[in-house]
DNA sequence: TGTTATCTACCTATCGATAGATAGACAACA
DNA sequence: TGTTGTCTATCTATCGATAGGTAGATAACA
């Protein structure tokens, strides 16, 4: 992996921890090993940095979910693929979902990170709301407002989770949105 | 009101807004108009400022909530009671939950902070399992899960009406946990 | 020989925290 | 009634650490 491909990693990870302001430039240069002057020879400011990881991780969470009208798997096995890639963050990472932090921080983010996180949201509930529209019962309206529902249960879920140290609490949370 | 109130209540202010991370004592101190050495005087660390914030909070949002098992209010009703005290920190006064934030960053919060944090999840999911218990259909178990999914989908509908500029999200997503 | 990537060395601004001083309120006591 | 001591709440000034960011030298490599 190059340093490049490093540091968006180790970017990532740290956000998904420790949030936007919970991280810095020698932090991230510590880890991958070089200085911090040759992280901002990759990406000038905090903001650029923050704006291509949140795009990359927005761009890498939908590829694995698929495609949400692929007719050989049912909505209800995607939705639980939504559950799962959620789980693995939350349960065996033990971090949050990187938007779940910066949307929680979208007051302090540079302009251009802001943007990212609003996609990321904007894109999840549009897969969201293609999955509960093939459910037999589950309107135009219905489908949109369902996935509003999971994707606000879901990030809500993951801070639970871990303010109350407790993986389960996840499980508790989400169970309602699993069964349809 | 003394300094020590403007204090605490220009913290929780910032904290709602901005986070943890977001905000310092000089910036209280200015706002209140003190110095931040005087700041230093009531709160030695930033830790203690957050403790009392977060456990200030957390009873004043109880007190609001009231009573769940007063009988002359309906299980529904409190329900939309409790909706509303969200509604209105996310879209009147346009800020998260004070919880819901720190929840976000619990990871780098100093013990005591996130050991309040954690209180005002407990007591919160023990208020909502209680008044869905008083629901027709729904038996002790299923209260308790019903009351973390609440709990969750509250938290992210707030930073999804933030992140997508759209407090009309917060409606979106709360409408299910709304009707019973 | 350029181009790309990394380095050393530094900047300014701000952070949380502390030291030491002071003005005024209040109480104890000779 | 004065005097003495203590407490509260604030101040100025400063600490070491760290933040994001930059200029210019240097190394690696196509």
């Given at each position: 992996?190059?340093?490049?491909?490093?540091?968006?990693e180790?970017a990532e990870?740290?956000?998904?921890?420790?949030?936007?302001?919970?991280?810095s430039?020698r932090e991230?240069?510590?880890v991958?090993?070089?200085?911090?002057?040759?992280?901002h020879?990759?990406?000038?400011t905090?903001g650029?940095l923050?704006?291509?990881?949140?795009?990359a991780?927005?761009?890498?969470?939908?590829l694995a979910?698929g495609d949400p009208e692929?007719?050989?798997v049912t909505?209800?096995?995607l939705i639980?693929?939504?559950i799962?890639?959620?789980?693995y963050?939350?349960v065996?990472q033990r971090?949050?979902?990187l938007?779940?932090?910066?949307?929680?921080?979208?007051?302090?983010?540079?302009?251009?990170v802001?943007?990212?996180?609003?996609v990321?949201?904007?894109k999840?509930i549009a897969?969201l709301?293609?999955?509960?529209?093939?459910?037999a019962?589950?309107?135009?309206?219905g489908a949109l407002g369902?996935?509003?529902?999971?994707?606000?249960?879901?990030e809500?879920?993951?801070?639970?989770a871990?303010t109350?140290?407790?993986?389960d609490?996840?499980e508790k949370?989400?169970?309602?949105i699993?069964?349809?």
């Open positions: 992996m190059s340093k490049l491909e490093e540091i968006i180790t990870t740290m956000i998904r921890e420790r949030g936007y302001n919970g991280f430039f991230i240069a510590d991958v090993g070089v200085k911090s002057a040759s992280v020879y990759h990406f000038p905090k650029d923050g704006a291509v990881v949140a795009r991780y927005t761009e890498k969470f939908l979910l692929v007719e050989k909505p209800k096995k639980e693929r939504y799962e890639a959620c789980r963050a939350v065996t971090k949050m979902c938007c779940g932090m910066l949307g929680a921080e979208v007051a302090v983010l540079p302009d251009e802001a943007r990212e996180t609003k990321f949201f904007e999840n897969w709301a293609k999955v509960y529209a093939r459910m019962n589950v309107g135009a309206a369902r996935a509003y529902g999971a994707m606000a249960t879901v809500g879920a993951m801070i639970l871990r109350l140290k407790d993986p609490a996840f949370a989400v169970k309602q699993a069964t349809s």
